[in-house]
């Protein structure tokens, strides 16, 4: 919840896999930076069980709901290049050059008046930390309700075994 109050724009390094928490982490930064290594994947609904990490909330506001209700619903992966078309990754780049990447971006935020940045990045997160807050209560409260299902344990072992989930709404 720090990373969503700080006044300082967050920007996001993300190489390789960004899955679950990954995701949940990589959306409290105001830009992404990936490379051909990266995928974000909320793949929680392969597990059996809710979304966590505020992602309810912060993916719906970054991508819009129709594409987060598509990756929320299936779980599904996406690359770099779809994840750019989507906004959910705003720089591409080179592996070789992601932290050189991320880095830029930053200098072209410090660049600029930073009373001015804070203050627009404060009007633009205005009340975020606040929703992702409430939002969290209801996703740990979903999480409690299906942690125990048989549902989750099959989403579990199939994730482990890298087959699709046999699932019995149970």
Do not use: W
Request: hydrophobic fraction near 45%.
């Amino acid at each position: 919840m720090r990373l969503f109050r700080t006044r300082k724009p967050v920007v996001a390094a993300v190489q390789g896999p960004a899955v679950g928490g990954g995701l949940g982490l990589a959306l409290v930064a105001d830009f992404r930076v990936a490379c051909e290594h990266t995928r974000f994947s909320a793949n929680f609904v392969q597990l059996g069980v809710h979304c966590g990490f505020g992602i309810s909330y912060t993916l719906p506001r970054v991508i819009g709901q129709q594409k987060a209700s598509l990756m929320l619903y299936t779980g599904r992966r996406v690359g770099p290049d779809e994840a750019l078309a989507m906004g959910l990754a705003d720089v591409l780049t080179r592996a070789d050059h992601l932290r050189e990447g991320a880095i830029e971006l930053a200098a072209d935020i410090a660049a600029a008046a930073p009373l001015a940045v804070e203050s627009t990045r404060m009007t633009l997160r205005q009340g975020l930390a606040e929703a992702v807050e409430n939002q969290l209560e209801r996703e740990f409260a979903e999480q409690l309700r299906l942690a125990p299902t048989r549902d989750h344990a099959e989403g579990v072992k199939a994730v482990m075994e890298r087959r699709p989930g046999n699932f019995t709404r149970s």
